[in-house]
């Protein structure tokens, strides 16, 4: 069974989600035949990547909450990670584009480091004090520790073009799907589950989900094969 998982790294429910829905596979008795494919997601993806501000000032303006409804929104956002054993720092972040982590992040996958580099970047988005915005450096060193060679992070990061479209066929795919916000978890392109819910309830819908699977239709035909006791060899 196979669960994409389309979230950013700037959605702190995403980083939520993310914990629940990983102790709700940890429980699954058929966690070993479950294959989970992170995609790209960005909440703001017009926003130029030297374009960073605080988090508190990205929610006054877009959200038109005062600056009391904004802290007091972190603090319960610190409260929620704190339940699942994530570190998250509810003053001093900063907002900005993700592209490029999302273009690095198909990268990684390529190269089998994707869940390393994701974990990495949530962690410093969320919990570390150094911005992940707007630094190349940063990125890198992040990269870099995910298992990744420095100096094809660096030429990725060179070239806007590297891994653009695959960040947008991603996109393209979630609008077709609906999802209108992030997380979004997708079980066997049958189930959709949208947002950070408990672990609970992404263990029931593994449970259905892979309950459902329609069985292998098997098309007969007399072609030779080999079974447990040896092949059939034909004899002239």
Request: hydrophobic share 40%; charged share 30%; with cysteine.
């Amino acid at each position: 069974m196979r669960v994409e998982i389309w979230s950013d790294i700037a959605c702190p429910w995403c980083y939520v989600g993310k914990a629940r829905f990983e102790k709700a596979l940890a429980a699954f008795p058929h966690r070993e035949q479950v294959e989970v494919v992170h995609r790209s997601f960005e909440l703001d993806p017009g926003r130029a990547k030297d374009d960073v501000q605080s988090v508190i000032s990205m929610l006054t303006g877009k959200y038109g909450m005062s600056e009391a409804q904004a802290e007091a929104g972190e603090d319960n956002l610190g409260t929620q990670a704190a339940a699942e054993g994530l570190p998250y720092r509810t003053r001093g972040r900063d907002h900005g584009s993700t592209f490029d982590m999302h273009r690095l992040l198909h990268f990684a996958r390529e190269r089998g480091r994707q869940v390393e580099l994701l974990d990495l970047l949530y962690r410093a988005n969320f919990a570390e004090e150094r911005s992940v915005f707007n630094d190349d450096a940063r990125l890198v060193e992040l990269a870099e520790a995910a298992g990744l060679d420095a100096g094809a992070v660096r030429e990725v990061l060179a070239d806007p073009q590297a891994y653009a479209d695959e960040v947008r066929a991603d996109e393209r795919e979630a609008a077709r799907l609906g999802a209108s916000g992030v997380p979004f978890f997708v079980l066997d392109r049958t189930y959709g589950v949208s947002g950070a819910q408990p672990a609970e309830v992404f263990a029931r819908a593994l449970t259905q989900a892979w309950g459902e699977r329609p069985p292998l239709t098997t098309v007969d035909g007399d072609a030779e094969a080999c079974g447990p006791d040896g092949c059939a060899v034909p004899r002239k």
